[in-house]
């Protein structure tokens, strides 16, 4: 069976981890080789990157930012993410590319078509077959790291560049409300997994 890799996304704080272990959970019950990863992280410069961008020095230039994203991203991809889909696994990613589009294209106004070509470059033709958006508030006290900092009105155009692309993203999005319990909202996850899997329903 070919691998998959499914992006989990959203803002900060709406329970994307929570999502991602249960999918996690779900499908290994159910026998499916699963791998889990983390952006930024999952990787020995990704873990440093993760430092460098969220506890480092401020990083001033936003284009600055968006390659230093890219650049954990390109490792994860390279190192990981491109062996496990070869091998045959579901990868659950708890944030993909489109953090980058939606943080630093729509949020900070970067370039669309320079980050289009470095995107091309990171991703040598890894896609997601699926993205869940988990949409609405966030319910978890947020304000910890420098992104979570962020005034609300970033955080406002970062939820409406994540509301563009789902609406042009057809069957590989889906939008689910964060709002309700979590066992409520991976019921839609798992229908969304079942469909970008193939898995019957009575798996
Ligand atoms: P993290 O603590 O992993 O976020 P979460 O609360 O979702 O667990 O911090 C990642 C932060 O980095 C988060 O605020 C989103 C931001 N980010 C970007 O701005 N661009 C990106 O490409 C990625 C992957 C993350």
């Known amino acids: 069976m070919?691998?998959?890799?499914?992006?989990?996304?959203g803002l900060d704080g709406v329970g994307k981890t929570t999502q991602v272990e249960y999918a996690r959970r779900w499908l290994e019950s159910i026998r499916r080789p699963v791998e889990v990863v983390q952006e930024p992280g999952s990787t020995p410069v990704g873990e440093a990157v993760r430092q460098l961008l969220l506890a480092g020095p401020p990083v001033r230039s936003a284009e600055a930012?968006?390659?230093l994203f890219?650049?954990?991203?390109?490792?994860?991809?390279?190192?990981?993410?491109?062996?496990?889909?070869?091998?045959?696994?579901?990868?659950?990613?708890?944030?993909?590319?489109d953090s980058g589009w939606a943080y630093q294209v729509y949020g900070r106004g970067i370039d669309p078509q320079w980050a289009a070509c470095?995107?091309?470059?990171?991703l040598n033709g890894v896609a997601p077959a699926g993205v869940?958006?988990?949409?609405?508030?966030?319910?978890?006290?947020?304000?910890?790291?420098?992104?979570?900092?962020?005034?609300?009105?970033?955080?406002?155009?970062?939820?409406?560049?994540?509301?563009?692309?789902?609406?042009?993203?057809?069957?590989?999005?889906?939008?689910?409300?964060s709002e309700a319990p979590p066992e409520v909202v991976f019921q839609a996850v798992q229908q969304a997994l079942r469909r970008w899997l193939a898995i019957p329903e009575e798996e």
């Open 118 to 122: 470095v995107n091309a470059g990171v």
């Open 2 to 9: 070919p691998g998959a890799l499914i992006a989990f996304e």
């Open 65 to 67: 930012e968006f390659l």
């Open 70 to 97: 890219s650049a954990a991203r390109a490792e994860l991809v390279r190192t990981r993410i491109a062996p496990a889909l070869a091998a045959g696994y579901v990868v659950l990613a708890d944030r993909f590319v």
């Open 132 to 177: 869940i958006w988990l949409r609405g508030r966030p319910h978890r006290p947020v304000g910890g790291d420098r992104m979570e900092q962020e005034e609300a009105s970033f955080h406002r155009r970062v939820e409406e560049g994540y509301a563009q692309m789902a609406a042009r993203g057809g069957e590989r999005w889906v939008a689910i409300s």
